[in-house]
């Protein structure tokens, strides 16, 4: 069966720090995956997807990057937090439809 | 970026009541799905509708796909407090997903 690994749960990072935030998927190849943001509540933003290996889509102009080094890892980046980057980050994969998501990531930037 | 409305955004109700969500789009989608998040956890699947018209029943839950595939609802019979969570419906075109403002929904014993 396929699972997804998404981590940390929890990190508190100032303002100004770089960050990393790594996603992998096991048993399954070529998956799709995705970056979403959530604000406390409310609906996820897509922030980035990627249908293979070094392809990705960005949906929305802002201070964070993604990569995806390999098949089956994805990982969202920062060089400087910005204050407005706190949320709660999902990674999700997909075999073409549903989503499947990891647990999240709460990120606070102080 | 494609949008999709939920209502109500907010929604408190007693056990054994009854209970519809919305979520509409001017948005045409190849197909939609509904998750239910709890706290601090990714959100699981519910359903996936795809054919205009589909109406898919998950024992107390209805999940209807307007015939446009434009919009959608959940029904809820009978309401329980494990029903309790934030309630999200997503549009798939292609490879994207976009989901709805979300409904979050309390059902008091």
């Known amino acids: 069966s396929q699972t997804i690994h998404q981590w940390p749960a929890t990190l508190v990072q100032p303002v100004g720090s770089p960050l990393s935030l790594e996603c992998t998927v096991e048993?399954?190849?070529?998956?799709?995956l995705y970056w979403y943001r959530q604000a406390a509540g409310r609906g996820l933003q897509l922030l980035f997807y990627s249908v293979g290996i070094g392809q990705i889509s960005s949906e929305v102009p802002q201070n964070l990057s993604a990569s995806r080094p390999q098949d089956r890892q994805f990982i969202l980046s920062s060089k400087k937090l910005l204050l407005s980057d706190s949320g709660f980050y999902l990674c999700a994969w997909s075999p073409g439809t549903p989503l499947h998501f990891g647990n999240g990531t709460r990120l606070t930037v102080t | 970026t494609q949008l999709l409305e939920q209502s109500p955004q907010f929604l408190s109700i007693q056990e054994g009541e009854n209970l519809t969500v919305y979520c509409n789009s001017s948005?045409?989608?190849?197909?939609l799905q509904w998750y239910r998040q709890e706290p601090g956890e990714g959100p699981v699947l519910l359903v996936t509708?795809?054919?205009?018209?589909e109406v898919k029943k998950l024992k107390r839950l209805t999940f209807q796909f307007g015939d446009a595939r434009k919009d959608s609802s959940l029904h809820i019979t009978a309401a329980q407090p494990g029903d309790t969570g934030l309630y999200l419906c997503?549009?798939?075109?292609?490879?994207?997903?976009?989901f709805g403002t979300g409904t979050s929904l309390t059902v008091i014993p």
């Open positions: 509708v795809v054919t205009g018209g």
């Open positions: 997503a549009g798939a075109t292609g490879n994207q997903f976009y």
């Open positions: 048993g399954t190849s070529n998956p799709n």
């Open positions: 948005s045409v989608f190849s197909s």
